[in-house]
C-alpha cells in the first residue's frame, strides 16, 4: 500500500477519521520514509462551520510543518447544472480536485481515511439503488491509481477510542447527523434498527460478505480482460471492433462486463452507464440486423456496422 520513499498527499477534512489518519501517517513518516502534504476541500454548503474546519486543517498541518493545499467549490451550483444530489456532487467535486492536485504537486500517492463502517454503509446504499457485486463488494484498500485507504480495517469506535486516548483534536459535521442525506439515513435509522431487532454483529456479516464478493471480482476482472482480449479485433480513438459472435457465445454476465470494460477503454470519458444501458447495447450487438444504434450517457451513441462497434459524440444539427 505504502512504501519507503513515497510521497502522499492525504485527503483531510477534519473529522475524526482524516485526523486520525493525518497523525498516524504522520507518525509513520520516519520510519516509512514518507513525504506527506494535506489537501482540504470546501464545499461551501456550511457557511462558518466549513470555514472554521478549513482553518483547522491548516493549523493542524502547519503545527505538524506539513504544506497544506486548500480549495472551495460551488457544490450547490454543481449539483444543479448536473442533476446530481448534493453529496453526489460534492463527493466529484472533492476527489476531482484532490486528484488534480495530486499530480499537480507531484504526489503519486493520494490517501483517504475511509474506514470498516464506511464499507457497511456503502453495501446497502448501493444495495438500495440494486447495484450487482461489482458494487457490493465496497472499497479496495488500495487501486492501481495510487489511491489509498489505510483505515478501511478499522471501525469508527476505535478511531474515536485512539483520538480520545491520544488527546487528538477533530472536527464535527454537522451535516453528518440530518436524516436529509440518503447515507445518513442509512447510518442513523436503518442500520441500528437491523442491529437491534436482526443481528447485533451486522457489521461483520457484511465484511464477510465483501471479502468473498472481492474475491469473487479479482477472478472475474482478470476473466473479463481475458476474453476481452480474444474478442478485440481493432482498437482506435472512439472506435472498437469486437467479434461479436464469440461475444454472444459467453455468458449474459460476463457479456455486460465485457462491454462495459471495451467502452470504458476506448473512451474515459463515458461515465454512468447503467443496467439497462447495458441492456440496450447487449439487444444491438444481438439483433438479428447488422446495423443500428443506441443512445449513451452524455450525448455518446453506440453503433454497430456488421461485427463492429462504434462509440462517437452524437453532434445536433446546426
Not at 489537501?39 to 491548516?58: I, P, Y
Not at 440518503?182 to 431487532?197: D, G, H, K, M
Not at 459467453?250 to 465485457?258: A, C, E, N
Amino acid at each position: 500500500m505504502l512504501q519507503p520513499g513515497d510521497r502522499v498527499l492525504l485527503g483531510v477534512s477534519g473529522g475524526p477519521d482524516s485526523m486520525a489518519l493525518l497523525h498516524l501517517l504522520y507518525g509513520w513518516r520516519e520510519r516509512g520514509q514518507l513525504s506527506l502534504g494535506v489537501v482540504h476541500f470546501d464545499h461551501g454548503l456550511r457557511g462558518r462551520e466549513s470555514q472554521q474546519e478549513a482553518l483547522f486543517v491548516a493549523e493542524q498541518a502547519a503545527r505538524l510543518g506539513l504544506p497544506v493545499y486548500q480549495e472551495r467549490g460551488e457544490v450547490r451550483h454543481y449539483a444543479r447544472s448536473h442533476k446530481l444530489s448534493l453529496q453526489v456532487a460534492a463527493r466529484q467535486l472533492r476527489l476531482a480536485c484532490f486528484e488534480r492536485l495530486r499530480q499537480e504537486k507531484d504526489y503519486p500517492k493520494l490517501a483517504l481515511g475511509h474506514t470498516a463502517d464506511d464499507q457497511v454503509e456503502l453495501f446497502f446504499l448501493r444495495l438500495l439503488r440494486g447495484a450487482g457485486p461489482e458494487g457490493l463488494k465496497g472499497m479496495w484498500p488500495c487501486s492501481p491509481s495510487g489511491l489509498v485507504r489505510p483505515l478501511l480495517g478499522v471501525t469508527k469506535a476505535e478511531i474515536l477510542a485512539w483520538l480520545a486516548q491520544e488527546g487528538l483534536p477533530y472536527c464535527q459535521d454537522s451535516s453528518n447527523f440530518s436524516c436529509q442525506y440518503r447515507r445518513n439515513q442509512i447510518r442513523l435509522e436503518l442500520l441500528p434498527q437491523l442491529q437491534r431487532q436482526y443481528n447485533p454483529r451486522l457489521n461483520e456479516a457484511i465484511w464477510r460478505t465483501q471479502t468473498l464478493l472481492q474475491e469473487q471480482e479479482d477472478y472475474l476482472a482478470k476473466e473479463t480482460e481475458r476474453q476481452l482480449a480474444g474478442l478485440t479485433q481493432v482498437t482506435a480513438a472512439d472506435r472498437l471492433d469486437l467479434d461479436l459472435k464469440r461475444l454472444r457465445e459467453l455468458h449474459p454476465y460476463l457479456q455486460k462486463r465485457v462491454l462495459r470494460l471495451a467502452l470504458g477503454r476506448i473512451s474515459a470519458e463515458l461515465t454512468g452507464l447503467t443496467y439497462l444501458h447495458l441492456q440496450n447495447a447487449l439487444g444491438l450487438c444481438h439483433h438479428r440486423l447488422p446495423s443500428g444504434e443506441i443512445t449513451l450517457p452524455g450525448g455518446w451513441r453506440l453503433i454497430r456496422a456488421g461485427n463492429r462497434l462504434e462509440l462517437e459524440r452524437h453532434r445536433p444539427p446546426s
